[in-house]
Every structure is written in C-alpha cells, then in structure tokens.
C-alpha cells in the first residue's frame, strides 16, 4: 500500500519534508519539558527554606517549551493538509478513471453497491492511514528513541532498560493482537459490502420488487448481510476489550516498576527530586501515545483492509484496450466491413460463425433475424466493447483494434434498445450527445426525434429532471430523448439498436421519418425486430446462427420467398405491434 501511494506523496515531497521536520521540532520540546521541569523542582528544592527569586527564566521556558510542542504540530497539520487531501483526490480519480476504461463484460458483472461501498472505504481509510502513520506511530517512535537515550544519558541504565523492555512487549504485543483481530474487521468489510450491494441493487430495481410483491424478501437479505456484520463487528469489539486489557496491564508494571526504581535512587540520594518528576513526567508523556497505540494500529490495519479492497480494483484489467501503436482513426466516408468474424461471450457458445458483411458508406443497411441470431453482438462489436475473436472489424479500410477507442467511439453516434437517463434534466441528457452544443442545437435535436411538444407540456419544460436512469419518464419518451442525444452528435455512423422499440405507432412513424431524414447520406446500420420500420432500408441482412442467411431490398427478400419472408409472414398473422402508451410522473 505504501507503494502504491508514494507516487501521489511525491508530487508534495517538498512540502512533507517541511511539515515532517515541523513534527521533529515539536517533538523535540516535548521532550525538552520534563527537563525544564526538572530544573525548575530543583531549583526550588535546593533553596527549601530560603527566600529564593522567582526563576522567570525557567518559567518562561517551560511555557515555550508548551506552547512549541503545540504550535509546530499544528504547522505540521496546516502544511500537510495538502498532501492528505491531495492523495485522495488523486487516487479517486485514479479508481473512477480506470472503472470507466474496464469493459463492458466486468460491468455486466459487477456490483455497484459494493463498488461504491469499496470506493467510500478506501479513499476515507488514505486519509486515516496517512494521518495516523505518519502523526502517530512515527511520532511515537521518535519520541520514545529520545526519551530512551535521555534516560541513558541522564540516569542508570536500568531505567532505559525497564522503559524500553515495557514499550517493546507492549509494541509487540499490540502488534500481534492487532493482526489476530483483523479477520474479523475482514469479515466486517465483507458483510458491509455485502449489505450495501444488496440494497442499493434492491432499490434501483424497485419496480420489479413491487411487481412481485418481494419487499419483504429484500429487507430480510439485507438483514442477514447486517447480520453477519453485527456479529463480526461483536467480536472485533470483545477482542478490542482484551487487547485494551493487556495494555494496561503492561503500561502500569512498567510504570510502577520505574517509580520504585527512582523513589529508591531519592531516598539514597541519588537523584534529586527534581530527577524524580522529570522520570515520572518523561512516563506519562510517552505512555499516553502508547495509550493510543493499539488503536492507532488497529485503525491502521483496517485502513489498509479497506484500501486494499479500493486497490483491487485497479488491478482489474481492461478487456479491450488501445494497443500500444493505436492511432486515430483517419476520416473517411464510413463504410463498415465485417470480414470472417467469429466470436462468442464464453467458448462453449459461440455466436458469430465466420460472419461477412459490408456496409457502404453513407447506406442504410437494417439487420434482422430472430431472438439470439446476433443482431446486437454486432453493434456491441463494433463499439468495440469486446474484441472479435477471430476475423476483422474495418471502418474505411482501418482494423478498430489498430485505432484509438476514443476516436472509434467518437465517429460512432448510438441510439440502444434499452435507454439509460442520468438523473439530470432533459436539457443535460440531450446535451450529453456533444457537452458543447448550444441551447439552439440541442433543440433542433430534440425537435427532430418529435420531443418539443411533449418538452412543452411539462410544468419545467427543458428543466425537468427525469429521475434515477429516466424512470420519471414513460418508455418511448426515454427513446426519443436517446435518438435526439444521438443527432447532437452527428456522428460519422449512426448505430440504430430498436430504437423505435419503446414508441407507440404515431410516434414510431414520425420518428422513423424524422431518422430517415437525417440519415441521409450517413452509414447506419439498424438492428430491427419489427420489420416494418426497415422496409425502406437500402438493404437488409438476414442472420440465422451467426451467418448471413439472406440479404436484399424488402421487395426482393419477400420475392424470393425465404427466411424474411417468413419473419415477415408470421408478423403480419401476429397483427400490428402496437404498444399502450405509459407515461410515467414527468
């Protein structure tokens, strides 16, 4: 872990070498006091009985010494406050930067509760592992070597031995405690995940929950996670108890054997008494941050517990990453070739079987088939959310995996079946297409998916938020929001996945001529169901088992009497596919 942050810690090198030495200043008048101290007893102690004057000197000393172990350590918190923050912020743009270039699959997979959760942890934990290691523990250290060698020093040996044996065994022994109890912050950390995921996946799928009735059934998952979280959290706490135990058990042996040593070094005059508050001073002085010290390091482990959960997923590898000689990818007209492409999600199933097919640039190509033939695999390919596993992907000639992901994904404009909002207002959604179009832009958008009078009757119009992933607002309003996302782009090809899938027949028709319209003379390739939005197509692909099976007009598919015909025959028996209208809260 320290590893890993030294990278972030040295961008402010400059300024943790002043706020360390801050730390050895304050600590070195920390220790100055009992010394003052010692004097200042002394001073009246040798003069018992007689009228002395007031050592001002001494005095005044002791409350520098005070007022110095206090005012460097808090420039050392001022300078170092910098750094603190500045790591964290670092790292969390480090994790959220390399969560969005992880591929679709691990998404498909992860769970964003327990991301979230993990993130929360980690970054809160570089605060805590960064404050408590190096105002803590260091500080600690340093402070217990000078008071070893001023008891060496100052007094018989047997005090530095005594002081040093009672800090060793307690080091060790909290050391030693501390890594037996972490399984339990581990299993803590495990359960709380667990639970957060939990919840928050129960949430965000709230209607399905209520379709079904199983809100009941979601709380008690929730509880069991909580569950298994008290106890771990149960034990972490008795195991505390019995390490606080042993430390004090240690503190005051040590303590009391050290006190008899220096009352037995007075009374044969020895030591002065002076000597005896400045031993008894110098104790409780390193004592009461070793007070501490089992839970400074407890509260260490489980940062770097936390934190390695954080890391973890740094270690995550991206899927489908530029290569190390991509490039941009170069202009051109937009035409796509799909050249003996196999692939599949997993080995045993294998979806695209040697699959050929071009689309000429600026055409208008539809991809139909039935249920699992396909049709969305291509897109997905040609996003290039997965890497084809045999064969070629070609935009203007150029393989996509020889290319940048961002100026692939930047020449493609994308309209999906299934239309996920931000929970932002409509104005920000559509706007998201090209963050620096202008209000006329985004209107024009907006007006050409057949959006601007159902933007008009909403009581905000343009400033209605449209809820967690769009839910305020009804299927097809969702859609047409995604076709005009899409237009603001203005993409060198437009990927049309069901994009009227969602939208009643009025509706489907205006906007399936409205995306004719603007389609015009940009290579678009549209993934179709429902046959009738792409009988206008320049052409269609037909595709059975991962193959083209078929491809032509409309005219010519129906005439030859095939596979299409077929789709199309048993659509015209299921009759017009026309779904109710819902609108949603908006």
Known sequence: MLRRLWPFIRAWRGRALVALTMLLVAKGATVGVPLVLRALVDHFDTAAGVVVALPVGLVLAYGGMRLASSLFGELRDVLFARVRY??????????????????????LERRTGEISRDIGRGTSSMATLINYLLFNILPTFVELGLVVTILLLQYRPAFALITATTMLLYIGATFLMTEWRMKYRTAMNRSDSE????????????????????????????ADALQSWEDAAVRSQHSLSMLNVLQGSLVAIGVTL???????EVADGAMTVGDLVAVNAFLLQLFLPLGFLGTVYSMLKHALADMERMFRLLEEEPEVSDSADAVSLRPGDGEIRFEGVHFGYDAERPIL????????????????????????????????????TDGAVRIDGQDIRTVTLASLREAIGVVPQDTVLFNASIRENIRY??????????????????????????????????????????????????????????????????????????????????????????????????????????????????????????????????????????????????????????
């Not at 639970?195 to 979601?218: C, K, M, P, R, W």
């Not at 139909?368 to 997965?386: D, H, I, M, P, W």
């Not at 305020?472 to 005009?484: C, M, P, T, Y």
């Not at 083209?548 to 030859?560: D, F, I, N, S």
Request: with cysteine; glycine share 10%; aromatic share 6%.
């Open 258 to 264: 050290v006190l008899l040593l220096a009352a037995g």
């Open 353 to 388: 079987c040697g699959l050929d097919l071009v689309v000429p640039a600026g055409r208008r190509v539809a991809i139909v088939g039935a249920s699992g033939a396909g049709k969305s695999t291509l897109a997905r390919l040609l996003f290039r959310f997965y890497d084809v």
């Open 86 to 107: 500045g790591i964290i912020r670092r790292v969390s743009m480090q994790v959220v930067e390399h969560l969005h270039r992880l591929s679709l699959r691990y998404h």
């Open 433 to 586: 297409g090209r963050l620096d179009a202008d209000a006329a832009e985004v209107e024009e958008a907006a007006g050409r998916a057949d959006l601007l009078d159902f933007i008009a009757r909403l009581p905000k119009g343009w400033d209605t938020v449209v809820g967690e992933r769009g839910l305020k607002l009804s299927g097809g309003e969702k859609q047409r929001v995604a076709i005009a996302r899409a237009l603001l782009k203005r993409p060198r090809i437009l990927l049309l996945d069901e994009a009227t899938s969602s939208l009643d027949t009025k509706t489907e028709q205006a906007v399936t001529r409205a995306l004719a319209e603007v389609t015009r003379g940009v290579t678009s390739l549209v993934i179709a169901h429902r046959l009738s939005t792409v009988v206008d197509a320049d052409e269609i692909v037909v595709l059975e088992d991962g193959a083209v099976v078929e491809r032509g007009t409309h005219a010519q598919l129906l005439a030859l009497g095939g596979r299409y015909a077929e789709l199309w025959r048993r659509q015209e028996e299921d009759g017009p596919e026309e779904p109710p209208p819902w609108h949603g809260p908006a």
């Open 195 to 222: 639970a957060s995921a939990l919840a928050i996946d129960g949430l965000l799928n709230y209607e399905t929950v209520q379709y079904f009735g199983n809100s009941e059934h979601e709380v008690e998952r929730y």
